[in-house]
């Protein structure tokens, strides 16, 4: 049917409007509530084990994610939505090489807030693809060699040399049981530097299974060579820490004594009436660093009744309750509430808000629509200096930056700090960072 003059009228009123409407869309770039706008979204990937027998860390990848709602909620990061690509590692090479390579795949701009042990697999794919590594937790050698590798923390090598510095306080005689593992063979050497820093003799080293679900053996072994009097016995065994714990605290009273912590207090299940006071030259401390020992592990054990009262621990940053938190937790509570994976006190979820504070950072400088992992890494190289807060010291990954330590080379946070667990609650044996760079370069 021919179109009417009126029906003509109205039709072109209407295309015109939608036509007015489209242009406006285009000028703005973004709807009420959206994000993005001309600038090309950012896609990164955060994989951690989940589901293994040996250490888990779920909360790494929920809290990216986590993190991706608030961005995009309040415009993106500089304009550019967020997107998050997460990956089960597996605890395996094979499945660090797959997350690598679907990494690749996607062409995510950077891998940031991850765990992996095996650095070997999962680097060789982001650097034949230029894709840089922001904040893994610090777990493998490769995260502290690769020029593609940008840590925020010191890694097990600043938290075992810390930790010696720490123990050798207190302690006589140390027992390490820690895993057979490559990553555990570097162990003893880092913990014996901060031992020797105060002329102590050095720890007994025992390996032992990663994945084991008793270590009835080790646990005696370790309580032997401490010895009865001012006696430490460290475990740094990931996730199964909390086991080894349980079969030491199940040795038989003439094959133990009690343990004690920095404030002199223990945890005695077959003398309750002597309300956890250290018996004397017959204290055997216990002690653990953050990620193998955490406020979540802690909690679940019994709080002021866990097996770890009383334990020293040596972490990357400030204790959990500690003001400079406060951002971090407030996110979670909006974005992540009813996801329990996310524990504002665990150490994996620390780190990845920190390395994505660094994503945001670097992103922001480069002050482009499009970002790729070759502007990020170059910014990186280029020396911007990131803020976070006072969670860490200003991080910067400059050459001079650098800690320069063999076989960690590319430490440039090298603060730690020293807390105990004191009526179920980790809180800081003394104030503030304690520097153990001088301590990594000694190391062997």
């Not at 509430?337 to 922001?364: C, H, S």
Request: net charge neutral.
């Amino acid at each position: 049917m021919p179109m009417t003059g009126r029906r003509l009228t109205s039709l072109l009123a209407y295309l015109t409007t939608a036509a007015a409407g489209a242009s406006l869309l285009t000028g703005c770039g973004v709807l009420p509530g959206t994000t993005g706008g001309s600038r090309e979204p950012v896609t990164v990937m955060t994989w951690a084990p989940d589901g293994t027998r040996a250490t888990n860390m779920p909360g790494m990848p929920a809290m990216a994610e986590a993190y991706a709602r608030w961005a995009n909620a309040t415009g993106g990061i500089d304009g550019h939505e967020l997107r998050i690509l997460t990956c089960n590692e597996e605890n395996t090479s094979a499945g660090a090489a797959a997350c690598a390579r679907r990494a690749v795949h996607e062409k995510v701009v950077a891998v940031v807030g991850s765990y992996s042990q095996n650095g070997r697999a999962f680097m060789a794919p982001l650097e034949a693809a230029g894709i840089p590594y922001i904040g893994g937790y610090g777990i493998s050698e490769d995260e502290f060699t690769s020029p593609l590798s940008y840590p925020v923390n010191g890694g097990q090598a600043s938290l075992m040399a810390g930790h010696g510095m720490q123990l050798a306080e207190s302690c006589r005689k140390v027992s390490l049981v820690r895993p057979d593992t490559l990553a555990g063979d570097r162990l003893p050497a880092l913990l014996n530097s901060g031992l020797r820093k105060s002329r102590h003799q050095g720890a007994t080293d025992i390996p032992a299974v990663e994945d084991a679900a008793e270590y009835t053996q080790q646990a005696g072994r370790a309580r032997t060579k401490a010895g009865r009097r001012d006696g430490c016995v460290a475990a740094v065994l990931g996730e199964r820490t909390q086991t080894f714990f349980d079969s030491f605290r199940r040795l038989p009273e003439d094959a133990r004594s009690t343990t004690a912590g920095a404030d002199g207090t223990g945890n005695d299940d077959a003398n309750d009436d002597a309300k956890g006071e250290a018996k004397g030259d017959d204290a055997v401390r216990i002690s653990s660093v953050l990620g193998s020992v955490s406020q979540p592990v802690i909690d679940r054990t019994g709080g002021a009744r866990s097996p770890f009262e009383g334990a020293y621990v040596t972490g990357w940053y400030p204790e959990a309750n500690d003001a400079r938190w406060a951002p971090m937790r407030k996110v979670i509570q909006r974005h992540a509430f009813a996801d329990n994976r996310v524990d504002p006190a665990d150490a994996g979820v620390q780190t990845t808000w920190i390395a994505y504070t660094v994503l945001r950072k670097v992103v922001e400088s480069l002050d482009r629509d499009s970002i790729t992992a070759g502007a990020v890494s170059h910014a990186l190289d280029r020396g911007v200096s990131i803020d976070t807060g006072g969670l860490t010291p200003e991080l910067r990954w400059r050459y001079e930056d650098m800690l320069g330590a063999p076989g960690f080379p590319r430490i440039v946070n090298h603060e730690v700090t020293f807390q105990v667990v004191r009526q179920g609650r980790l809180v800081a044996q003394k104030p503030g960072f304690v520097d153990v760079g001088e301590t990594v370069l000694t190391a062997p």
